[in-house]
């Protein structure tokens, strides 16, 4: 019995410590703080603000025919499954002009789910770049102001992201191209920075309590 109860030991073990490295060291702590602080996209657009919301933020530039596909991918894989929680939002920036091809784009996204906190800022050239710069990321913004790499913010106005990524060290944004990362990075950094937000909010409460 001691026997089986032994070997049983020596075959679980390993499991479990694989299953705890494999699910990702980040999980286990903070979403690193890579930008202090973000412009707001309200400094561009009156009718949409990051403050107090976790947003992922986006560049769907000049041809929003061409960034149909990582919308999708984007719904699909991270809207769907946290946009139902409180404070959470998606923010495209377009540039000003470009209404008429973003409502065929939200009715296409609407087939697929509801879209209630899907918005899209408008801006200038200048406005978008300078939103971008903010960032102060090392990813680059294409010549008609697009970019397939998204990014997570925080009610403070934090980009935040990875220092250790095992490809890339600094991981500043997520490739929508790539369902991949989406759904092997992605997730689990929105995770991670929703369960910050909930547990902070566990602490208020007791505090209050108390």
């Known amino acids: ?5 032994v070997l049983g030991i020596l075959f679980v073990l390993p499991v479990v410590v694989y299953l ?3 699910s990702g060291v980040n999980n286990f702590g903070r979403l690193p ?13 009156v009718n949409i603000e990051m403050r ?8 769907f530039g000049k041809d929003i025919e061409t960034m149909q596909g990582n919308a999708f991918n984007l719904n699909q894989k991270i809207y769907k499954r946290f946009g139902e929680f409180n404070d959470f939002q998606m923010v495209m920036v377009v540039p000003e002009g470009k209404e008429e091809e973003v409502e065929g ?3 296409e996204l609407g087939k697929l789910s509801n879209v209630d906190k899907w918005y899209f800022a408008y801006g200038t050239d200048a406005e978008i770049e300078r939103l971008f710069n903010s960032l102060n990321s090392n990813i680059n913004l294409d010549n008609d102001l697009s970019t397939p790499y998204v990014f997570i913010i925080d009610k403070d106005l ?8 095992e490809d890339e060290g600094t ?10 990362e989406l759904n092997n990075k992605m997730v ?15 602490k208020n409460n007791a505090d209050r309590i108390k």
Request: glycine fraction near 4%.
């Open 158 to 165: 934090k980009l935040r992201g990875r220092t250790d990524d």
């Open 1 to 5: 019995m001691k026997k089986k109860i």
């Open 52 to 59: 107090d919301r976790i947003t992922v933020l986006g560049f």
């Open 20 to 22: 705890f490295f494999a």
């Open 188 to 202: 689990d950094d929105v995770k991670i920075i929703l369960a910050e937000y909930r547990l902070a909010l566990k």
């Open 33 to 45: 703080v890579l930008t202090e602080t973000v412009m707001d996209v309200s400094e561009m657009d």
């Open 171 to 180: 991981k500043y944004g997520f490739d929508t191209s790539s369902v991949a």
């Open 105 to 107: 784009l939200k009715e």
